[in-house]
């Protein structure tokens, strides 16, 4: 069942959202410039967690590799951003829509995987993988000039991604006892 499956790492990353998330919305044009390796940072450390997550995983039937190409996602962009930061800060927004993308599907696999759950609305998970969606192609299509716009927006987001993980902990964590 899903109980059995929920783990350290949907805590770890909810706390990690929520830092990403203030990071985000806190981020000025000084912030840019070191902003890269706090990136590289905190993008490794999500990559080792979904990789970690899914070596630990039991129930090898339902494991999709999600999290194992989340991870390997994750650990090469922080490779990538920590050797060419100077190319990277003009693509940032690109890649920021990649991250966007990547988390639409998540919250759309979780949408799906939350359907042998019957007391827990799983609705939100469907809304916040279009918002993605949205956010990420308007960074796709208007790059230039608006990524402080758009790093404040994707803040903002990241924020109720975390909440939304740590609502589910609840969740499970009440339903436990």
Not at 109 to 136: M, S, T, W
Request: charged letters at 10%; one cysteine or more.
């Amino acid at each position: 069942m899903f109980q059995k499956n929920f783990s350290l790492s949907t805590v770890l990353m909810g706390i990690l959202y929520f830092v990403l998330g203030i990071v985000f919305i806190a981020a000025t044009d000084e912030l840019l410039k070191t902003f890269n390796y706090i990136l590289v940072c905190i993008c490794a450390v999500i990559g080792f967690i979904q990789i970690l997550s899914f070596f630990l995983e039991k129930d090898y039937k339902k494991n999709n590799y999600t999290d194992l190409l989340i991870g390997v996602v994750f650990i090469w962009v922080s490779l990538v951003l920590y050797v060419y930061y100077g190319f990277m800060i003009n693509i940032l927004p690109i890649l920021f829509s990649l991250y966007l993308f990547v988390m639409a599907i998540e919250m759309w696999v979780r949408y799906v995987n939350l359907k042998e759950v019957v007391n827990i609305r799983r609705g939100k998970y469907l809304l916040l993988g279009f918002v993605a969606i949205i956010v990420g192609l308007l960074l796709i299509f208007n790059p230039g000039g608006v990524i402080l716009t758009y790093l404040k927006i994707t803040g903002v987001y990241l924020i109720l991604v975390s909440l939304l993980y740590f609502s589910l902990c609840f969740h499970f964590f009440k339903e436990k006892k």
